[in-house]
């Protein structure tokens, strides 16, 4: 036992102004309760966040990078989902 | 710098796959941890990012020495707070380490048995209160100098080590000139006191660039890589320029009689320091060598219980929760 490593945890903070948690980074911990007590002292030592999530690192499934092409291009071609593809004559005014 | 004299490790791989990777890194692309990449860029990125992590380690040793005698409590909690710092930057930089594929437990294990090494301007000792000024003003500014370029570095995790580290630099560097500036102001001894300091430090400094490495293989593949942005003379050149002038605001003298500002190359021309104890530093023989690695290997093993007793607890927490279940 003394040689096992302490897992890894995935450190998630939500900063002052209500957005979403962001991922900051990782650290070891040997339980979630230590995990959030090392992540405050590593990752919020100037009052970066107001709220810390920690996950173990082992419990996220991330998509692979040679998925990317499948993934990720269909969205190229598809520039009326955005709004300044439309144009909207100045008369008709802010929109 | 805090990861001196980082060797490139040669790749084996298909010519084409490295062909593709440069054109990736040539892009400005980031390498990511899952992506494709050259062995060779994988060890050498362990060898520097691990290095670099093992020097916000120990470097928190020579300060640590002066937290329970600082001057003010004010002082004193601003040194505290600069050396937890030091221990963030090492956390953060292990776990892109470990992104390569190597355990943090294996990279401990590497600078306790002297098979990974640290900065060398940790192996010089602290001997007065003004060489927290000097290691804040000099040591901190030489590092800024070479991890700012490191933000635009090619592998992800460790530019965004570089981006939070640089955000936190700032404060060590200023928390120093402002000691320096303190003592510099002070009684007829207490500059003395600072001159010593930078008369001590300022070669040690220079040395913290590594060796003119304008010539090396190593380092002409480390910059093909973008794991390496400057040369250590570019950095150097960069680092003598700007801090000249604030050490003639303290009305300190930098300890160099060649040092003369060159109109032509817009740039001070200075003297080299010793390669030779540089060399004699990196080789274990510095003067705090034993003594650091020492307090490190001391600081693991006396917390051996610690960490046991921990992980006793987690299991025992967990073994409960799925009987509850």
């Known amino acids: 036992m003394s040689k096992k490593e302490w897992p890894l945890w995935e450190i998630f903070i939500r900063g002052q102004h209500g957005l979403n948690h962001r991922h900051v980074g990782s650290l070891h911990a040997p339980d979630a309760e230590m995990a959030i007590n090392n992540a405050r002292d590593v990752y919020t030592r100037r009052k970066e966040g107001v709220s810390i999530w920690v ?28 709004p300044t593809f ?10 | 710098m805090y990861a001196q004299m980082i060797k490139s490790e040669s790749s084996n791989d298909d010519p084409q ?4 990777f440069q054109a990736r890194i040539d892009r400005g692309e980031r390498i990511e941890p899952k992506e494709w990449m050259p062995e060779g860029y994988r060890k050498t990125l362990i060898r520097q990012i691990g290095q670099h992590a093992h020097s916000e380690i120990v470097g928190q040793l020579p300060e640590g020495n002066w937290i329970t005698r600082a001057p003010t409590l004010e002082r004193k909690q601003i040194l505290l707070a600069k050396v937890q710092d030091e221990a963030g930057h090492g956390l953060y930089l292990y776990s892109a380490c470990e992104t390569l594929g190597v355990t943090r437990d294996e990279l401990f294990e590497k600078l306790h048995s002297g098979a990974m090494k640290y900065s060398s301007i940790f192996n010089y000792p602290t001997l007065t209160w003004a060489d927290m000024g000097a290691i804040g003003w000099l040591v901190d500014g030489a590092a800024i100098m070479n ?17 939070r580290i640089c955000k936190e630099e700032s404060f060590h560097q200023r928390q120093g000139y402002s000691i320096m500036m303190k003592m510099a102001q002070g009684t007829p001894a207490q500059k003395e006191m600072a001159q010593d300091a930078l008369n001590r430090f300022w070669y040690p400094s220079l040395m913290m660039f590594g060796p003119s490495d304008a010539e090396s293989v190593h380092s002409t593949q480390n910059m093909a890589w973008k794991i390496k942005i400057n040369t250590n003379d570019e950095l150097r050149q960069r680092f003598v320029n ?4 604030q050490a003639e605001y303290l009305g300190l003298t930098v300890p160099d009689e060649h040092l003369r500002w060159n109109d032509d190359k817009q740039g001070y021309d200075f003297s080299e320091p010793d390669w030779d104890e540089f060399f004699e530093v990196l080789k274990g023989n510095g003067p705090c060598n034993e003594e650091r690695l020492g307090a490190r290997r001391k600081a693991w093993d006396d917390g051996q219980w610690f960490r046991e007793g921990l992980s006793a607890y987690a299991d025992k927490q967990a073994t409960r929760r799925t009987a509850a279940e």
């Open chain 1, 55 to 82: 996950v173990p690192s082992s419990a996220i499934t991330a998509s692979s990078p040679s998925e990317k092409g499948p993934l990720f291009d269909p969205a190229e071609d598809k520039v009326y989902r955005h």
């Open chain 2, 242 to 245: 700007e801090t000249v002038p």
């Open chain 2, 147 to 163: 991890q700012v370029p490191l933000q635009r570095t090619s592998y992800g995790p460790y530019a965004r080590a570089m981006v």
């Open chain 2, 17 to 20: 796959a490295l062909a593709e």
């Open chain 1, 86 to 95: 439309y144009d909207i004559p100045d008369e008709v005014g802010h929109m």
